[in-house]
């Protein structure tokens, strides 16, 4: 009851006094979400945007269906085949591998990471079934749990909380999958992410909680759930 209050007071605070903060709260979280692979380099992505969208993974719009034909395909690595959802090849390289599925890139991404980062939830399951470490996180922090919900991918989120992803994991500067949702204004992740018990009054390494980054963002959905839910637990005590 106590942190909730302090939680409270130091918002309606925070609110009188967001004018002299202004350079701070543009500040986003720290886990940049992952550009889409090429088909040649899965270490470098394309472009800058998180939106832009390459040919050859126009897959990740269409819940994994095969956008390669097999003469195409079979070049492809197993970073590649798990972001871009190409199940049946993805399947056959876990069975036939050499090395260890979570085999990290330079980024210290994991076929898993890739698979939570584009919403690949077939990849994701097929990848966890075969033993894939849900735990295993890349360079920066990232969990797919992080990724997946800064990408806005309702479906791995919680895919991933029911296989035990621990809700509150953060990155290396303390960012946390709530901050990342309440950050992009995805309400249906934040209100999942709520209901698995989300820790509202956690901080990044700024002292920023999802909270802040809803208001500064003007995310008014994802700012109206997490109020609500911050009554709920005022009146619960």
């Not at 195409?72 to 590649?80: A, C, G, I, M, P």
């Not at 956690?202 to 002292?207: I, K, L, Q, V």
């Not at 994802?222 to 005590?237: A, C, D, N, T």
């Amino acid at each position: 009851m106590r942190t909730i209050l302090k939680f409270v007071y130091r918002h309606v605070s925070h609110c009188r006094l967001a004018r002299n903060f202004g350079h701070n709260m543009h500040k986003k979280p720290a886990v940049p979400p992952p550009e889409f692979l090429t088909k040649t380099d899965v270490s470098r992505p394309t472009g800058r945007s998180p939106n832009k969208i390459s040919t050859v993974l126009t897959n990740v719009q269409r819940r994994n269906v095969q956008t390669l034909a097999p003469s195409e395909s079979k070049d492809l690595t197993l970073f590649q085949m798990a972001a871009q959802g190409e199940l049946l090849l993805l399947q056959h390289e876990i069975e036939n591998r050499s090395y260890s599925l979570d085999l990290q890139d330079n980024q210290g991404f994991s076929p898993l990471l890739w698979a939570c980062a584009n919403g690949q939830k077939g990849a994701v399951e097929l990848l966890l079934y075969y033993g894939a470490n849900m735990l295993l996180t890349g360079d920066n922090g990232e969990t797919g749990l992080l990724l997946a919900a800064c990408r806005g991918h309702y479906e791995v989120v919680h895919y991933l909380l029911r296989a035990g992803s621990p809700v509150d994991q953060s990155d290396e500067l303390y960012n946390t999958a709530l901050m990342f949702a309440a950050y992009n204004n995805n309400a249906a992740i934040v209100s999942l992410l709520l209901d698995w018990g989300a820790d509202i009054t956690a901080t990044n390494a700024d002292g920023w909680t999802a909270l802040d980054f809803a208001i500064r963002r003007r995310s008014r959905a994802s700012q109206r759930l997490i109020e609500k839910h911050i009554v709920s637990l005022l009146q619960g005590q």
